[in-house]
């Protein structure tokens, strides 16, 4: 690992080799933030390190890690914990999204994803948690989805996934506000992503949702959403169609993933 300048506030971001979570380095970067960049890819990782390295004079580091995998995930915890200079802001950004009844999915995708979308970020966030209440001052991103806002049949376990990235998002945010910490959820839609490459109707970009979580950045809100649309249906959703009809509403726009 590259040797962090200490006096520059430094960002931590998984997923970081392509998509949003790319789309939040460039941002950090431009910040003026040091970089850790967390991902399986080397090849793509380093390629960005050294685009936003020489764009913006910033120190990247890359830190190759499977966050399906528990030793992986307990030496990032350990570089969080023990060897970082110092931590300011955590993005986490890494997920996986597979389709299908649970039925016919394979169950090492199954696990794979509950070890990344829920153990990998709560496990990432506790010890950012730690290190930025010793500090009096952090903020913790959680990617989560819009799809986390409502039961999606036909997308069940990734749903669900998501769901408790929000709640347990907003139940942090409240715990650590009087801390100094500020943590909150971002729920992307539908996003051109390499995760989400399939063809759709009016698409958001990644660095919309970076955009959306920046404005949100200095509020108390302890989750967003991002996109008019989006919003919209998550509102719907969750406070004003019967889970009845979002349901059944859900499970007919889902079925091609059946």
Do not use: C
Not at 4 to 19: D, E, H, K, Q
Not at 45 to 55: P, R
């Amino acid at each position: 690992m590259t040797t962090m300048n200490s006096s520059r506030p430094l960002a931590l971001i998984t997923g970081a080799s392509s998509g949003i979570g790319a789309g939040f380095a460039r941002r950090y970067a431009r910040e003026g933030f040091d970089l850790l960049l967390v991902a399986r890819s080397e090849t793509a990782l380093q390629a960005l390190a050294d685009e936003v390295s020489a764009k913006h004079s910033i120190t990247a580091s890359v830190h190759m890690a499977d966050l399906s995998d528990p030793t992986d995930v307990a030496r990032l915890v350990e570089v969080i914990t023990d060897h970082l200079p110092r931590i300011d802001h955590i993005v986490n950004s890494a997920g996986t999204a597979p389709e299908g009844d649970i039925d016919r999915m394979d169950p090492e995708d199954l696990r794979r994803m509950v070890d990344i979308n829920i153990t990998a970020l709560s496990l990432l966030s506790r010890a950012a948690v730690i290190r930025m209440r010793d500090a009096g001052s952090g903020t913790i991103i959680n990617i989560a989805s819009g799809a986390g806002y409502q039961p999606l049949p036909h997308l069940s376990a990734y749903a669900a996934s998501k769901a408790y990235v929000i709640r347990f998002t907003e139940a942090l945010s409240e715990e650590h506000r009087s801390h100094g910490l500020r943590i909150f959820s971002v729920a992307p839609g539908d996003t051109d992503t390499p995760m989400n490459p399939g063809p759709g109707k009016n698409k958001r970009q990644a660095h919309q949702v970076v955009d959306t979580a920046w404005k949100a950045m200095p509020t108390k809100a302890p989750s967003v959403v991002d996109g008019r649309m989006n919003s919209l249906v998550a509102t719907l959703s969750t406070r004003v169609f019967s889970k009845h009809f979002t349901l059944r509403t859900a499970e007919k726009m889902m079925r091609p993933k059946a």
